[in-house]
């Protein structure tokens, strides 16, 4: 869908400089657009290669298994006959704890598991939950975007937290509830 | 105050260092493994960069985006979400990388501080790519969408966008 979205762009802007008479500008573009690319890469890598270590550090200390102990009581909530069983709630707790520190590939394997355990319970309310909650991207810092802002010289990378801590929170707010509501409905 | 203020990146590390070594980690093994991470993480979105750039240069430097604006624009200001991020709410849910490197641009061009550059921000922060979430892990677990995880991660998205939008006015606009 991606490559669709690309191929209309080419394609719209090409009729577009047509009709407006921007040729001269479109078709120097491309070119100008990779070369932005190779330029920021560097600058992004940097950006990465620094907060990858100090999370590389946080979750050798251990982070991650006292995060898992905290959201225990949650997963119990969320998570009534998935919690039952005992692997899959370790799965669960992996899984959320790596979101919540931005290890997105060390969520998908455990997040994976407690796919796969939650569907052996036929628990399928809870599955969904289990969508929501891991594409609502619960983090507790924004490990990513700041490292973009740093990248481009922001003054205060990580001064959007709280604003993205309020925009996950609704929005995994949103989600949950759409999930309860169509529920009640008979499918 | 100040000081400690322009000094929070060494002091960051300082602190996750003496805490790893209190637990006995090798802090220099940990580091050198994290930042091998980081380059993994760029080589994983690099390609997408060099595909999704060009692809948004050219774009406005065609002229469309203009054309398109003035026709958009109400229904944007309804929303109260900046135009501009349009391109950057249609990735999202299917690209994380191609989402990455159109907010990218956007902070590049209108500045990493700035109102727009800001939204884009926190909407790349507080969302994920659900369609690529949901097939991993439904595939992986052989079962089949009932109906209801794609409508809610979506309407979660949708609601994620308009609360960045209107968390970042309120907070910097």
């Given at each position: 869908?991606?490559?669709?979205?690309?191929?209309?762009?080419?394609?719209?802007?090409?009729?577009?400089?047509?009709?407006?008479?921007n040729?001269?500008?479109?078709?120097?573009?491309?070119?100008?657009?990779?070369?932005?690319?190779?330029?920021f890469a560097p600058e992004l890598a940097a950006a990465l290669c620094l907060w990858s270590a100090v999370t590389e550090l946080l979750e050798?200390?251990?982070?991650?298994?006292?995060l898992a102990r905290l959201l225990r009581q949650p997963l119990l909530r969320l998570f009534p006959r998935g919690?039952?069983?005992?692997?899959?709630?370790?799965?669960?707790?992996?899984?959320?704890?790596?979101?919540m520190l931005g290890l997105g590939n060390a969520a998908t394997p455990a997040g994976i598991r407690a796919t796969r355990g939650l569907a052996r319970l036929q628990a399928r309310t809870e599955?969904?939950?289990?969508?929501?909650?891991?594409?609502?991207?619960?983090?507790?810092?924004?490990?990513?975007?700041?490292?973009?802002?740093?990248?481009?010289?922001?003054?205060?990378?990580?001064?959007?937290?709280?604003?993205v801590w309020v925009s996950s929170i609704l929005s995994l707010l949103a989600g949950l509830s759409l999930i309860r509501l169509l529920n009640r409905t008979p499918s | 105050m100040r000081a400690l203020g322009?000094?929070?990146?060494?002091?960051?590390?300082l602190a996750a260092a003496l805490?790893?070594?209190?637990?006995?980690?090798?802090?220099?093994?940990?580091?050198?493994?994290?930042?091998?991470?980081?380059?993994?993480?760029?080589?994983?979105?690099?390609?997408?960069?060099?595909?999704?750039?060009?692809?948004?240069?050219?774009?406005?430097?065609s002229g469309l985006p203009e054309l398109l604006g003035t026709t958009l624009r109400p229904a944007f200001t309804l929303l109260g979400v900046p135009e501009e991020t349009g391109l950057l709410m249609l990735l999202r849910p299917l690209s994380g990388s191609g989402a990455l490197a159109a907010?990218?641009?956007?902070?590049?061009?209108?500045?990493?501080?700035?109102?727009?550059?800001?939204?884009?921000?926190?909407?790349?922060?507080?969302?994920e790519t659900s369609f690529y979430v949901i097939a991993v892990y439904f595939s992986a677990a052989g079962i089949r969408d009932d109906g209801r995880a794609l409508p809610a991660a979506l309407c979660a998205d949708l609601v994620c966008f308009l609360a960045s939008a209107w968390i970042c006015r309120v907070l910097w606009g």
């Open positions: 869908m991606v490559s669709i979205a690309i191929f209309s762009i080419y394609l719209f802007s090409i009729l577009a400089s047509l009709l407006l008479g040729t001269a500008s479109a078709g120097s573009a491309v070119l100008e657009g990779v070369h932005d690319a190779l330029r050798r200390s251990g982070i991650g298994a006292a919690a039952a069983d005992p692997g899959t709630l370790a799965a669960l707790s992996e899984n959320l704890s790596a979101n599955l969904n939950t289990l969508v929501v909650l891991n594409t609502a991207s619960v983090q507790l810092l924004p490990t990513t975007a700041a490292s973009l802002r740093a990248s481009l010289g922001s003054a205060a990378p990580f001064d959007i937290t709280p604003a | 322009q000094l929070t990146v060494p002091l960051l590390v805490g790893a070594a209190v637990k006995g980690v090798d802090v220099f093994d940990a580091m050198s493994a994290g930042a091998k991470k980081g380059l993994l993480i760029l080589w994983g979105i690099l390609p997408s960069l060099l595909v999704v750039f060009p692809a948004i240069r050219l774009l406005r430097a907010a990218a641009e956007l902070m590049q061009r209108h500045g990493p501080d700035s109102l727009i550059g800001r939204t884009a921000a926190v909407m790349l922060g507080s969302s």
